[in-house]
């Protein structure tokens, strides 16, 4: 079973279109979306309808939130498109040119009274299904397999942001992350990984075993204390209080491919692993980014693969810049990092 992972479509309809005809050639039996498809990119209505058509499900990124409620912590860039997004999906600016070209073309005779009505009917009740579809986007937290995902953090799933340097600069927040990834089961809890996206970095945190240097400290101190074997509670409690390390594994640089092996993800090892933005990514490599789960069967070991997917990048930035001449409040740093990655 092959489940394919999108993730921060930005409603960028290029790379979206590109990533879907990459996950046809490969093959996939589903397909999920971990949120944020609008924001910052000029095809919301066609990416939202995408995301319909394809996605099994998908989670409630803080773009999708921005726009159906209001943006949180969003710079000026981020808010104005935000807003943008908003007239352009919800206050119904897509069903007014939709309408204006109908009026055109029954205006020139290219099509009927009635054509005209009939066309114009449907554009209402796509209008209507897709504002439904907008707002029934509210799931933060999904089970995939044996997988908890959430668009940001399993301890804020819409907000908060696991940067790749957080393994040094930041280990407590990936404690506090690591210790909610639990399930409970029939034989007590089950400690689980998680799938998530928001920071556009394809790869993924590895809770790496203690140090066995510190073990071997933390055990010695307990035999000096306890005497050899006596307490194995207390032993236990004290090999639990020896730090975590944690360490990020990139998608490799200029890879088209990446399916990291067992010395990268050893067996028994948790990870919060991040499939990449499809329509923003942000590790210096513009091309769009999704993952592919292949459930082992059998009790073989699942698998990832992450993908790297070239697209038309010009034909992104042109409707970007198409809309600005046109008044709308979008900013050209939208469509000129998109070149970047970043
Ligand atoms: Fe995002």
């Not at 990119?41 to 309808?49: A, F, L, T, Y």
């Not at 773009?63 to 000026?76: G, I, K």
């Not at 933060?140 to 997988?147: A, G």
């Not at 088209?256 to 050893?266: A, F, L, V, Y």
Request: with cysteine.
């Amino acid at each position: 079973m092959r489940i394919a992972i999108v993730s921060d479509i930005h409603a960028n309809l290029a790379a979206f279109e590109a990533v879907l005809a990459h996950a046809r050639s490969v093959g996939y039996d589903s397909m999920v979306c971990l949120g944020d498809v609008v924001g910052y990119g000029p095809d919301p209505v066609e990416c939202v309808d995408l995301v319909r058509e394809h996605c099994e499900w998908t989670l409630l990124g803080n773009h999708d939130f921005a726009a159906v409620y209001e943006p949180t912590n969003f710079n000026t860039v981020a808010a104005k498109a935000v807003f943008w997004t908003r007239a352009q999906t919800l206050e119904g600016e897509w069903l007014r040119r939709r309408i204006a070209e109908l009026q055109q073309a029954r205006d020139e005779d290219r099509i009927s009274d009635a054509e005209f009505l009939d066309r114009k009917c449907g554009a209402e009740v796509e209008q209507r299904e897709r504002v439904d579809f907008m707002f029934r986007i509210s799931p933060r937290r999904i089970l995939l397999d044996r997988y908890v995902c959430v668009h940001a953090s399993p301890s804020r799933p819409v907000n908060e942001y696991l940067f790749p340097n957080d393994v040094e600069a930041n280990p407590k927040r990936l404690e506090r992350n690591f210790g909610l990834l639990t399930l409970p089961g029939p034989d007590g809890d089950r400690r689980v990984s998680a799938i998530v996206g928001h920071t556009h970095c394809p790869g993924f945190i590895l809770e790496a075993p203690p140090d066995p240097v510190e073990i071997a400290r933390v055990e010695a101190e307990h035999a000096r204390t306890h005497g050899e074997g006596a307490a194995p509670s207390l032993l236990e409690m004290a090999r639990a209080r020896i730090p975590r390390r944690y360490e990020f594994e990139a998608f490799p640089v200029g890879a088209d491919t990446w399916t990291p092996n067992d010395d990268e993800m050893p067996e028994g090892c948790r990870f919060i692993l991040n499939p990449g933005s499809v329509g923003q990514p942000r590790d210096g490599d513009p091309r769009a980014s999704y993952a592919m789960l292949e459930v082992g069967e059998n009790g073989a070991r699942d698998r990832f693969v992450f993908h790297r997917v070239a697209y038309d990048i010009g034909r992104t930035q042109s409707r970007l810049r198409a809309y600005m001449a046109a008044g709308a409040p979008l900013d050209d740093w939208l469509a000129e990092r998109l070149e970047r990655g970043q």
